[in-house]
Structures are given as C-alpha cells and as structure tokens.
C-alpha cells in the first residue's frame, strides 16, 4: 500500500527567508506526486504534480519540488517565501497503475510566516 | 474551485440525526471523491465514484453512504450522525485520460458539527 510521511508538522520561517517543506512516500514503483496547500477556511489548491520526466518541477506561486528516486523523496521549496504563503501544505501519492485513481495525503505541514 | 459546489457550507445537527451533503459539478468530470479533514490525520477518503451509479469504499466509509444518480452530483449521507463524524468534509473531481484521472481538484467543503 502506497503512504505519505510529512516530517515536520509545523514550520516557522521569516518572511524573505527560504523554505523546504520534506515529503517522503512509500510505493512499489514510481508513484505520481503531488503538493497541494490549503489556505484557513479553504479547500485544497494543487500547487505542482509530478508523472515522470525532470525531475525538477514548477510549480504555482514561485513554488518547486524535486523528486529524487532513491530517497523516496518529494520536496517543496521556495527561495524567497512571502507573509501569503503561510498555509498548510499536504502532499500526496498516486498510483499510475490499474484503475485506482486514489490518492494518498501525508497529515500536513502547517507553515508560519514571520513578519 | 473548479465548478465544484459543495453545500451546505456549515451544517449543525443532532445525534441521530440524518445528514445528507452534497457535491455539484460543472465540469463533466467522471471521478468524484469524498474526504474528511481531520487535526492530525490530514485527508482522508471516505467513498469515490468512478461513473454514475458507480462507487466504492475508500478507507474510513463505516457509517457513511454515497449516492451518484447523475454526472454532476455526489451525496454523502451520514443515515445516522454521530459525534465522531463531526470534521470537515471535502470533495473533489478528477478528469479521465492518461494521468489526468489522478489530478484530483477539491471544493471549498462543508464543516459540520454534530452535537
């Protein structure tokens, strides 16, 4: 069964500061990944996805993930963040194969932007 | 939101109580899902529907039924609400074609409480 870890509950940073929000996943092959955020009151916005390919991907709002195979490993990160982007951020596996077209989402990481 | 409704927005009910919620789309999108929000446990599926008339149980379903009588509609129905069932309930659809079927697109949700 395929699973989603999220390290770090919360996160607080300075705005101007870097970010990089840790995601690690368990599948048999390699899954399609996904960072989405959730602002307060909101529903979830898909923030970037990845199939295959480069492994680096953009995403929405100046946000990019790299995949890296060997450590089972999806992270977000921004250069800069700004006092906007505190939110929570979930990511999730799919699966490519078959016909289950569920994901599954890590518990979250609450980001807090200092001013 | 991506041409998804969910309504009721807020919903305050009894013990006991039948609950329906509902989901509405504009999109003709086939896959519609229903998740519940949790502190600590993140998102987590209750009941999918991969056409009209066509569902199955995701991982926390006891309790809950799902209804899809056309494409653009999905009802969750709590047949007898409890308090354990008090969280915040998220939809969200997703397209078909390659890839394209895991990229799920969510609602602004419905937070009920049941007391």
């Known amino acids: 069964a395929q699973s989603v870890t999220q390290p770090d509950i919360h996160i607080t940073v300075s705005e101007g500061a870097s970010l990089e929000l840790r995601c690690n996943y368990s599948y048999g092959a390699t899954p399609y990944l996904f960072w989405y955020v959730q602002s307060p009151g909101q529903g979830l916005q898909l923030l970037l996805k990845y199939f295959s390919g480069d492994t680096l991907v953009q995403g929405i709002k100046g946000f990019e993930a790299e995949f890296k195979r060997s450590q089972s490993s999806f992270n977000l990160r921004k250069p800069s963040v700004h006092w906007s982007d505190a939110a929570e951020y979930f990511c999730?596996?799919?699966?490519?194969?078959?016909?289950?077209?569920?994901?599954?989402f890590g518990k979250g990481t609450l980001l807090t932007v200092n001013p | 939101d991506a041409g998804i409704t969910q309504s009721p927005r807020h919903k305050v009910t009894e013990t006991g109580t039948p609950v329906t919620l509902r989901c509405h789309q504009t999109?003709?999108?086939?896959?519609m899902y229903w998740y519940r929000q949790d502190p600590g446990h993140g998102l987590r599926l209750i009941h999918y529907s991969y056409g009209v008339k066509d569902t199955d149980k995701g991982e926390v379903s006891d309790g809950y039924s799902v209804s899809r009588s056309k494409t653009e509609d999905f009802l969750l129905t709590l047949e007898s609400a409890t308090s354990s069932q008090t969280s915040v309930y998220f939809c969200?659809?997703?397209?078909?074609?390659?890839?394209?079927?895991?990229?799920?697109?969510f609602g602004a949700g419905t937070r009920l409480s049941v007391l």
């Open positions: 999109e003709n999108h086939r896959y």
């Open positions: 969200a659809i997703s397209d078909s074609g390659t890839g394209r079927e895991n990229i799920q697109y």
């Open positions: 999730a596996v799919g699966s490519p194969r078959g016909s289950n077209y569920k994901l599954t």
